[in-house]
């Protein structure tokens, strides 16, 4: 289940406790056997008083409150009761939105603030970076590096002494190297390697 449908799944289970709290309050006072005189004193009990809320809180009804949801409750049942869900027009335009997405579908790899300044450079504005950021992530589209994608910056040598890492620095911040036949080799291919950097100068070899 993606992050979009466990947020509509959690708004619809909250609008249907909302109903079934307001049912609840009603469900006596729609009776059709009830006069009209046992009617108005149970609306008047009900605003008197205070009600356990469909979250826990305790809540209280207005007498305008209870005749509306009697209305609703006449016109359409139970689904009548169900709050409507929130309708707010997004800040960021659907065409941007979709743009973004085509870049990011075009190469996984790009991150919201490349697609950002993609967006920056082709017209002169764009969301932010955490809203490209949640977007992506609604659709399911985070980034993900492929199986065998291509690592730079590591090296791997098949045998010791088949590749080095020199660091030429001051001598006297790497003395103490000089008595360890590890870092310095006092002999073989190692001591010519850091030999050639001078006197005035250490190089630190390491072997893979």
């Known amino acids: 289940m993606s992050v979009a449908d466990e947020e509509a799944r959690r708004r619809a289970e909250r609008a249907r406790r909302v109903a079934l709290f307001r049912y609840g309050l009603v469900q006596e006072v729609v009776d059709p056997s009830l006069s009209a005189r046992q009617r108005g004193r149970l609306v008047r009990q009900l605003v008197a008083g205070e009600h356990d809320g469909p ?3 305790k809540v209280r009804v207005s007498r305008a409150t209870v005749d509306r949801w009697c209305r609703w409750w006449r016109a359409g049942g139970f689904e009548a009761l169900v709050p409507a869900p929130a309708r707010v027009q997004p800040r960021t335009p659907a065409e941007v939105l979709a743009v973004a997405v085509a870049l990011k579908r075009e190469n996984p790899q790009r991150t919201a603030a490349q697609v950002a300044r993609v967006l ?3 017209s002169g504005w764009a969301p932010s970076e955490r809203t490209l950021q ?3 992530v609604a659709l399911e589209l985070g980034r993900q590096v492929p ?6 910056g590591r090296f791997e040598a098949e045998r010791c002494n088949e590749l080095w890492v020199g660091d030429a620095l001051c ?6 190297s000089y008595a360890d036949s590890v870092v310095m080799p006092t002999s073989g291919p190692g001591r010519r390697s850091w030999e050639r950097f001078g006197a005035g100068v250490v190089g630190i070899i390491t072997g893979s």
């Open 55 to 57: 979250f826990g809180e």
């Open 147 to 152: 199986a065998g994608a291509a690592v730079f």
């Open 134 to 136: 949640r977007h992506f």
């Open 120 to 122: 920056r450079a082709q």
């Open 171 to 176: 001598r006297v911040r790497h003395n103490a």
